[in-house]
């Protein structure tokens, strides 16, 4: 993740495909897996890598390219390692660092901007669960809301995904507009 090897940022793709996706997951967990913040909270938590990239990728994709892809409840998956490794600020922060930059290493445009915000907005959330918290702005189906299709993006003619503006449907089915992922 070095500046010097960085594309100008208008010479950078969309995060538009599956294996955009996929690529951005694999790339975010190499440097997580090793971080100084990080990399104890992983290797406490005896991660099974090849199961756990699967599952996280099918997760990202469904938040950024729509079409249910993942089971599970995102944010009770972390109680475990949470109990073993509590974690603090710090490690919010370092997660949504790294994850940023592993991001807009490669990709801008509406789609990056999107995962962005969900990153900020999972962290968010993850406090606050975590914490024994009420989840206060719910994101996945379990907590109230469900974001098939993905909030903001849908597929173009050519397969590609494209921008719109566009309300999310809660549970109850009322309207929620896209800026609350901000």
């Not at 190499?30 to 990080?38: I, M, N, Q, T």
């Not at 990399?39 to 406490?44: L, R, S, T």
């Not at 600020?89 to 962005?116: I, K, M, N």
């Amino acid at each position: 993740m070095s500046d010097a090897a960085l594309p100008d940022e208008a010479a950078r793709p969309d995060l538009a495909t599956e294996d955009d996706v996929e690529r951005l997951v694999r790339d975010f967990y190499r440097h997580a897996a090793v971080d100084e913040v990080l990399g104890p909270v992983f290797e406490a938590a005896d991660v099974d890598w090849a199961a756990h990239i699967p599952r996280v990728t099918a997760f990202w994709k469904w938040q950024l390219l729509g079409g249910r892809r993942y089971e599970g409840r995102p944010l009770r998956s972390h109680e475990r390692v949470n109990q073993l490794v509590p974690f603090t600020e710090a490690h919010y922060e370092r997660w949504l660092e790294l994850f940023t930059t592993t991001l807009h290493d490669r990709w801008s445009g509406p789609v990056a901007d999107l995962a962005e915000r969900r990153a900020h907005r999972m962290a968010r959330s993850m406090r606050r669960v975590l914490a024994g918290d009420d989840d206060l702005d719910p994101t996945w189906p379990e907590e109230g809301v469900v974001p098939e299709p993905a909030p903001g993006v849908e597929r173009g003619a050519t397969g590609g995904v494209v921008m719109r503006v566009a309300l999310g449907r809660t549970a109850d089915s009322s309207d929620r507009r896209v800026e609350n992922d901000r």
